[in-house]
């Protein structure tokens, strides 16, 4: 079975400045989505970013961006220029092709506090 | 245009009884699942529902059954309800056919179980 692991529990970071949450995980496929959610206090999941992994070119969504390492099963997210409103869960997903678009394996995610 | 919407938003029940919770998808999705996220956890799949058909189950006992109606809404029942149910329960909506398209999540249904 696939596993996620995120080994940061809480991370916390200055306005403006730039963080670095880690997730690694473990498949035997080699196709495959890497997500990585936001869930705020109102509880609703948010997806920040995807990766697909038979892309080698790292994904970017406006200030977020990943480090995708497929070899190192590893797929870090960056959060540059941080801002209040990003203070919230971040949760790492893994996708199984086999299973279609519904079944995620998520981490225990990180905590994520933005500090004025 | 509305997203998913789950009730009730909060919920306590007492150990042995019986809970259905109730998710509404997004417009125009067919597809919906369901997960469990307990305390300090990311969210576990409970099971997924297409064409009124439970497609996909997690490792989630039989006591946690669902349905889906033809106009694509869904329940999760809960049969015999024990503490460790207490949790926060989270429905997503989906477009079978769209391969890359992304899980939309509702606010999630707070369950206690005293």
């Known amino acids: 079975a696939q596993t996620v692991t995120q080994s940061q529990p809480e991370m916390s970071v200055q306005e403006a400045e730039t963080v670095t949450l880690s997730c690694t995980y473990d498949?035997?496929?080699?196709?495959?989505?890497l997500f990585w959610y936001k869930q705020p206090p109102s509880r609703q999941m948010i997806l920040v970013i995807r990766q697909e992994a038979y892309k080698q070119q790292n994904a970017t969504e406006n200030r977020f961006s990943v480090n995708f390492q497929k070899a190192a099963k590893s797929f870090s997210l960056k959060i540059s220029d941080s801002q209040l409103g990003d203070a919230a869960m971040y949760f790492c997903?893994?996708?199984?092709?086999?299973?279609?678009?519904?079944?995620?394996?998520f981490g225990t995610g990180t905590r994520l506090t933005i500090i004025p | 245009d509305a997203g998913v919407t789950q009730s009730p938003t909060h919920l306590i029940k007492t150990r042995g009884q019986q809970v259905t919770l109730r998710c509404s998808p997004k417009?125009?999705?067919?597809?919906v699942s369901w997960y469990q996220q307990a305390l300090g956890q990311g969210p576990q799949f409970i099971f997924q529902y297409y064409e009124e058909e439970e497609r996909q189950r997690g490792n989630f006992p039989d006591r946690f059954s669902g349905h889906q109606f033809p106009n694509y809404s869904s329940e999760l029942n809960v049969n015999a309800l024990l503490l460790g149910d207490s949790a926060l329960y989270l429905c997503a909506s989906s477009y079978r056919q769209g391969v890359k398209e992304k899980l939309f999540f509702g606010s999630g249904t707070q369950l206690s179980v005293l």
């Open positions: 417009s125009g999705h067919d597809t």
């Open positions: 498949t035997s496929e080699s196709d495959y989505y």
């Open positions: 997903a893994y996708r199984d092709p086999n299973f279609g678009n519904e079944k995620l394996t």
